[in-house]
Every structure is written in structure tokens, then in C-alpha cells.
Nanobody, 115 residues
Framework: QVQLVESGGGLVQAGGSLRLSCAAS????????MGWYRQAPGKQRQMVAI???????NYAESVKGRFTISRDNAKSTVYLQMNSLKSEDTDVYYC?????????WGQGTQVTVSS
């Protein structure tokens, strides 16, 4: 059973930065495109950023130029560097494979941006 553990969230003022980490157990990590997603209460989970096995990236329009996704295959970890945070970035952030979530969803990490 593959497990994903997200960390690095917290409370930050608007304009600040956070770096999220997602550690994956199991052998799927190096084979799959990995993604960061976010979800607000009562809303659908949305893709924020993805990175394929070769390091190619893509971002949601709302975070382009502010967020950077990266991965360390040796550590089976994917990161999300979030800069110039806005109040609308407040959400619970999750990682999983993309476009199909192969692994069981983790607990996520809460990001709260105060204005």
C-alpha cells in the first residue's frame, strides 16, 4: 500500500512563502507524474501543479509565476515552493499521482494565508 505524507503547511501572512513536502512510500514515485492538489471545504479538489518523471512541469493559471514544483526521486519526495502567497491560496494541500490518483489520499497539510 503506497502512502503519501504531506507536511510543511502553516499560517503565513499574505506575500509570504511556504515550502510543502510530500514523502511517498512504495515504488510508484519514480514512475509517475506527481501532482499537488488543493481543496477548500465543500469544494472539489483541484490540481495546482504537476511534475513528470523527467522533470517537466505544469501549473494552474492561478499559481503560475508564484509556485514551483520539484521532485527528488532519490528521496521519493515532491516539493511545492509557494511564494507571494495570497488569501485565496488558503486550502488543504494534498499530493498524489496525476492525472489519476493511484495512491490513497493522505491527510493533507493546511495552508492558511492571512491578509
Amino acid at each position: 500500500q503506497v502512502q503519501l505524507v504531506e507536511s510543511g503547511g502553516g499560517l503565513v501572512q499574505a506575500g509570504g512563502s511556504l515550502r510543502l513536502s510530500c514523502a511517498a512510500s512504495g515504488s510508484i514515485f519514480n514512475l509517475y507524474t506527481m501532482g499537488w492538489y488543493r481543496q477548500a471545504p465543500g469544494k472539489q479538489r483541484q490540481m495546482v501543479a504537476i511534475i513528470n518523471s523527467g522533470g517537466g512541469t505544469n501549473y494552474a493559471e492561478s499559481v503560475k509565476g508564484r509556485f514551483t514544483i520539484s521532485r527528488d526521486n532519490a528521496k521519493s519526495t515532491v516539493y511545492l515552493q509557494m511564494n507571494s502567497l495570497k488569501s485565496e491560496d488558503t486550502d488543504v494541500y494534498y499530493c498524489n499521482t496525476f492525472p489519476v490518483a493511484v495512491a490513497q489520499w493522505g491527510q493533507g497539510t493546511q495552508v492558511t494565508v492571512s491578509s
